[in-house]
């Protein structure tokens, strides 16, 4: 039996446009998801109001070729998984795997062991996050971009189509970021307008991107 993270009034499901349960799919604890989807319940933690699409696999193990799974996969609400969207189990590293609210996964996203995807995030189809990469809130990553393990992307960046975020790499809050390996192509005016994001706003983005860097430098991999 899954693990609810705690009692909540019934949400809107995303991306249903009627009351019908769309075919395959089942409600599952205030959840929609479909029949072939496969979900370790012993370790996955799930809100409510997510949507788990055909295929997806969520609470897989590790990929590490040293490190064993340990922890749990936890993910709050409203969230929409596409198909074949693949979430892993962490390891000995952080013990945690987590998801928060509203984001968007489309088909064949990865996220892999040990990475932390704040609220209202966008990864967008083949989006791989290598293990141990932090986005932050807001953040949009285009189709068939890649991200170095121990990474952190930028709240309200966007990361553009093919985009290749390397070991060297620096995507900072706010910013749009395209080419392999990326490079600044000035700031993401749109998506900061839509968020209503203010100058001072942005700065305490940029602290708070400064305090997960430090954090990924103090796992030893």
Known sequence: MPALSKAKKKSDFRVLE???????????????????????????ELGYGNTIGPFCVIGGEAQHNFYSSVGKVKIGDDNVFHN??????????????AIGDRCTFMTSAMIHHDCFIEDD????????????????????????????????????SMIGM??????????????????VPIRDIGSNTIGLSRSKITKPMLELELERFDLFEKLLENRVD
């Open 18 to 44: 009627s009351k019908e349960i769309p075919f395959g799919y089942e409600y599952h604890y205030g959840n929609l998801i479909h029949k072939t989807a496969q979900i370790n319940w012993s370790k996955v």
């Open 84 to 97: 074949s969207v693949t979430v892993s189990l962490p390891t000995k590293m952080s013990g945690l795997t």
């Open 121 to 156: 995030v966008t990864m967008s189809s083949n989006v791989a996050a290598a293990g141990n990469v932090i986005i932050m809130r807001g953040a949009n990553l285009g189709m068939n971009s890649a991200i170095h393990q121990f990474k952190v992307i930028g709240s309200f």
């Open 162 to 179: 093919n985009a290749c975020v390397i070991k060297g790499s620096i995507a900072t809050p706010g910013r749009k970021l395209a080419g």
